[in-house]
């Protein structure tokens, strides 16, 4: 994780951030939603690929925020992402299911938001 963290401060300098998006579950990746995240290109080609319409095509990039739904994915954490033409990168679903825990800790995060939902229903 160091010397990814010591890597951004480069990329950041050289490529400009975009959006892509985090699914939760598999029908988030497969219709490209989930939690939008900053992110930046890990080489020149990445980055080509991260803006072009193609789709299907995978990237590979750094997060430049840390992520809500995979609290293990800190700032720094290296994701594959997929293009989607028009619409905006996803991450790809079993690079994100090969991450520490990360079934565990996203269910842990849904878990948390619907009982606050059913807390503020109840109010």
Not at 10 to 31: A, G, H, Q, V
Not at 52 to 78: I, T, W
Request: charged fraction near 30%.
């Amino acid at each position: 994780m160091v010397c990814e963290k010591i890597k951004m401060g480069r990329l950041i300098k050289n490529y400009k951030y975009f959006k892509l998006n985090l699914p939760s579950t598999i029908d988030e990746y497969r219709f490209g939603n989930g939690e939008g995240v900053w992110a930046v290109a890990a080489s020149a080609s990445d980055n080509k690929l991260a803006r072009d319409d193609s789709v299907n095509k995978q990237f590979e990039a750094y997060l430049c925020n840390d992520s809500v739904y995979y609290p293990h994915m800190p700032f720094g954490s290296r994701v594959l992402g997929e293009t989607r033409g028009g619409c905006r990168p996803v991450a790809v679903w079993d690079d994100l299911q090969d991450t520490k825990n990360a079934p565990a800790c996203r269910m842990s995060i849904l878990n948390k938001i619907i009982k606050r939902k059913r807390r503020n229903s109840d109010e």
